[in-house]
């Protein structure tokens, strides 16, 4: 039933390699890098952090945080510059 739905997924969406990009982008950034480090500092400051893991747990958000704009950034521009041309790389698509 999983393999029927993406099927149906890549007639209905012809760059859904892109779209799917777009939301790996925004989703893994914020739920990998960004808010782990947050929910850290946010739970265990008033325990008494050291400076260095607030440092560490604030340099992976803002790592996470340049991927998330960069990734973000060139999906958007692939998808948009993929409305001028065929999506030759689905599968589904047949060209006469």
């Known amino acids: 039933m999983l393999h029927l739905d993406r099927g149906l997924l890549a007639i209905l969406i012809p760059r859904l390699d892109l779209v799917l990009a777009l939301v790996g982008s925004v989703s893994s950034s914020a739920l990998a890098l960004i808010i782990p480090p947050l ?15 607030i440092f560490k747990d604030a340099l992976i958000s803002i790592l996470g945080f340049v991927g998330f704009v960069v ?3 060139q999906a958007l521009d692939e998808l948009l510059k993929s409305g001028d041309s065929l999506p030759f790389s689905n599968s589904t698509t047949f060209i006469q």
């Open 39 to 53: 929910l850290e500092v946010t739970t265990f400051y008033s325990e008494g952090m050291s400076p260095l893991t």
């Open 71 to 73: 990734g973000t950034y």
